[in-house]
């Protein structure tokens, strides 16, 4: 007898097996069939990768930004650093130096009584000895300070003595003996100075002082008003 053929499966048979069937729509996933269901949890993701990378972009350019910021001001003030450096690097140097402007200074304060010519040369020599000293000096910035008449400052003046005068008001400096000098714009030594002492001025500043004694004197009493108690300074005569 001749046997029956197997007839094939349907497509719709083979079709309602597989969904009866769970471990063939696990297979079906793996073989790269489309799931509906997997697409919104795909986007999903992708848009918190996103979000994620623009927030870590964000951090990273403020950090290069405050980064570029501390380089600049870095820059800048080891510019000014090395500015300063090269001002007053030479500045023990030149305190040693001006004690030998000194005593030329000294030695040209002397005055000759008698037409010598070889007291002249000696003058001269030693004149033309502090100039090009001073010279060099002025080129690294060394400049001397101009304290004669002028109102006596603590900041570049050392007053070692007082002196009466007419002449000039109180803390006044009248006599300079020895000079003071700033190394670009800075005090490189003070001036040693005497400074005046006006008797007018002291005796019409005791004679105020004075009067506002014998006026009275000032007490602080206390005075009840509407916000409590104070204190309030009056004048007994």
């Known amino acids: 007898m001749i046997g029956k053929k197997n007839k094939p499966e349907s497509a719709n048979t083979i079709e309602s097996e597989t969904a009866k069937d769970p471990d063939s729509q696990v297979l079906g996933k793996k073989s790269g069939i489309k799931n509906k269901d997997a697409q919104p949890a795909e986007k999903g993701s992708l848009s918190e990768r996103l979000a994620a990378a623009e927030s870590k972009a964000d951090e990273n350019y403020e950090r290069l930004l405050r980064l570029t910021a ?28 001006l004690p030998v402007v000194d005593n030329l200074e000294r030695a040209l304060a002397i005055e000759c009584k008698q037409d010598d010519e070889a007291f002249k040369g000696l003058r001269e020599g030693v004149e033309m000895t502090l100039k090009g000293l ?32 007419d002449e000039h008001p109180d803390s006044t400096v009248t006599k300079e003996l020895q000079k003071g000098y700033l190394i670009n714009d800075r005090l490189l030594r003070p001036s040693m100075v005497i400074i005046s002492r006006n008797p007018f001025e002291t005796k019409k500043a005791g004679l105020e002082d004075s009067g506002d004694q014998l006026s009275g004197h000032s007490e602080e009493k206390p005075v009840e008003n509407s916000e409590g108690t104070s204190k309030i300074k009056v004048t007994v005569h």
């Not at 080891?78 to 130096?97: C, G, Q, T, V």
């Open 134 to 165: 001073t010279d060099s000096l002025q080129k690294f910035g060394v400049v001397p300070l101009d304290a004669i008449g002028e109102p006596f400052d603590p900041n570049f003046h050392q007053a070692v003595s007082q002196e009466e005068s």
């Open 70 to 97: 501390e380089f600049e001001n870095y820059k800048k003030r080891s510019e000014r650093e090395m500015s300063d450096y090269r001002k007053f690097a030479n500045e023990s140097l030149m305190k040693e130096i």
